[in-house]
């Protein structure tokens, strides 16, 4: 055990205690979450298939050690299992329960999902030849689920190709709503100043979604900071399912990368769409045009293409590597920030039953997930300061007006699933390559 970490052992009195407890509680109680601490696993041989199933909540890799967020169940499991960790919660002050002390509104300059409704209706309301604001869902605790349609002709609701941008699958990446939401703003605010964004939304619909996941938002911000899944009762006294592990693209394909265990926190669901979040963002992509997708969470500052379900090539695999990094070079002048690029899979981690790659699987579009800034947690992780956001929104504005400008060229036409009317579609449009904002 290295210096200054805190000793395991007096806590297995602790976890002893806990279990027997528990069998004497007749019903599951409300998880404590100021007793969450963040727990670091060496890795050595084996180990991250012993630790797939004991409900922690994997953060990082760093200094050649796993960090995870593990509660007093996941703790007595590690002890249980005879797995070495050490406690390192008191590296990371933020992680503790409770609301951070912010100025402004509810959540400070992060906007709750009353704040995000009510800038969605604004921006209709004060654009509406350029916006429309529609209700694609609604989710369990019957929170609306907005879309704003940002382009012309929404008023004869003319059909065009349209770019998807979502935000905020997973309820801690405050920074996921922001990057969508401003984006949103930016368009309509400029529209009658700059002739780019003029060219591009008479050409093309930008689909705003900022937020996937109000309940867990809300849960975030007034409960546990470190919340991820929405907020489905599971029966067995634990909560949410992981909204980016219950699509249904090779869904449940493996238990690496999802968990068939309610308690995880990549619990995929009993089914795929089981949720009415994620069914809703079904619905919204199968009734449109969409070209191109993004997917934003936090962090690790990286673009990810299908496929996650595995580490395997797609038919489309050069060019979505060519996307990535010329997004990622558009996006370096603004701050000075390199965003890597590459595959899912080998990139980051296993998943499966995600939005990229049933986006990319049902219609063959690119489709990207955008990893916001930090890049790990000892640069604030899930904690952007406020002064993050306009400079991480700036420096991703030059990826969206890419993957628009995309939308309306020759690239984004090659036949996809389900749509072998394409080259007709083409010819009647009369769209030709352009290079980005052009």
């Known amino acids: 055990m290295r210096t200054g970490r805190r000793p395991v052992l007096p806590i297995l009195r602790t976890a002893v205690l806990l279990i027997l407890c528990l069998q004497l509680i007749p019903?599951?109680?409300?998880?404590?979450?100021?007793?969450?601490?963040?727990?670091?696993?060496?890795?050595?041989?084996?180990?991250?298939?012993?630790?797939?199933?004991l409900g922690l909540d994997p953060l990082?890799?760093?200094?050649?050690?796993?960090?995870?967020?593990?509660?007093?169940?996941?703790?007595?499991a590690l002890i249980g299992e005879?797995?070495?960790?050490?406690?390192?919660?008191?590296?990371?002050?933020?992680?503790?329960?409770?609301?951070?002390?912010?100025?402004?509104?509810l959540n400070g300059a992060f906007h709750s999902y009353a704040e995000t409704e009510a800038r969605l209706?604004?921006?209709?309301?004060?654009?509406?030849?350029?916006?429309?604001?529609?209700?694609?869902?609604?989710?369990?605790?019957?929170?609306?689920?907005?879309?704003l349609r940002i382009g012309t002709g929404i008023q004869d609701n003319r059909?065009?190709?349209?770019?998807?941008?979502?935000?905020?699958?997973?309820?801690?990446?405050?920074?996921?709503?922001?990057v969508p939401l401003l984006f949103a703003a930016h368009l309509l605010e400029n529209y009658n100043s700059d002739p780019d964004i003029r060219r591009l939304l008479d050409r093309v619909d930008a689909w705003i979604v900022p937020l996937v996941n109000p309940d867990g938002l809300e849960y975030s911000i007034r409960v546990y900071r470190y919340w991820r899944k929405n907020r489905r009762a599971n029966g067995d006294g634990s909560f949410g399912v992981d909204l980016n592990r219950n699509f249904g693209f090779q869904w449940g394909l493996d238990n690496r990368g999802s968990s068939p265990s309610p308690a995880s926190d990549v619990y995929r669901g009993t089914s795929a769409f089981s949720e009415p979040e994620t069914s809703a963002v079904r619905d919204l992509f199968l009734r449109h045009d969409f070209r191109a997708v993004v997917?934003?969470?936090?962090?690790?500052?990286?673009?990810?293409?299908?496929?996650?379900?595995?580490?395997?090539?797609?038919?489309?695999?050069?060019e979505m590597e060519r996307m990535a990094a010329d997004m990622s070079a558009l996006m370096a002048p603004v701050n000075g920030r390199v965003y890597d690029y590459g595959?899912?899979?080998?990139?980051?981690?296993?998943?499966?039953?995600?939005?990229?790659?049933?986006?990319?699987?049902?219609?063959?579009?690119?489709?990207?997930?955008?990893?916001?800034?930090?890049?790990?947690?000892?640069?604030?992780?899930f904690f952007n300061a406020e002064a993050d956001i306009i400079p991480i929104v700036n420096e991703n504005i030059p990826a969206m007006f890419y993957l628009l400008s995309y939308a309306a060229t020759d690239?984004?036409?090659?036949?996809?699933?389900?749509?072998?009317?394409?080259?007709?579609?083409?010819?009647?449009?009369?769209?030709?390559?352009?290079?980005?904002?052009?």
Do not use: Q
């Not at 599951?28 to 199933?53: C, F, K, N, T």
């Not at 429309?132 to 609604?138: D, S, Y």
């Open 159 to 178: 059909a065009k190709p349209a770019v998807l941008f979502l935000g905020c699958h997973h309820a801690r990446e405050w920074i996921s709503v922001e």
């Open 343 to 381: 595959r899912a899979s080998a990139s980051l981690y296993l998943t499966n039953g995600d939005t990229t790659d049933w986006t990319f699987g049902t219609r063959g579009v690119p489709s990207f997930t955008f990893e916001l800034p930090p890049v790990d947690i000892l640069g604030g992780g």
């Open 60 to 76: 990082m890799e760093h200094e050649g050690r796993i960090f995870a967020v593990a509660g007093p169940a996941a703790i007595a």
């Open 121 to 147: 209706k604004d921006l209709a309301a004060a654009h509406p030849n350029l916006a429309r604001l529609h209700v694609i869902g609604e989710s369990l605790e019957k929170r609306r689920i907005s879309a």
């Open 295 to 318: 997917s934003y969470h936090s962090y690790s500052r990286i673009i990810l293409y299908p496929w996650g379900f595995a580490d395997l090539p797609t038919e489309r695999d050069l």
């Open 411 to 438: 690239e984004a036409f090659p036949p996809r699933r389900g749509d072998e009317d394409r080259d007709e579609n083409r010819k009647k449009k009369g769209l030709t390559k352009r290079d980005p904002r052009s």
């Open 82 to 105: 005879n797995i070495p960790f050490s406690l390192e919660t008191h590296r990371f002050p933020e992680a503790r329960g409770g609301r951070i002390a912010v100025a402004g509104g």
């Open 27 to 53: 019903s599951p109680a409300p998880p404590d979450h100021r007793a969450m601490e963040i727990v670091a696993v060496e890795p050595a041989a084996g180990m991250r298939a012993r630790l797939a199933g």
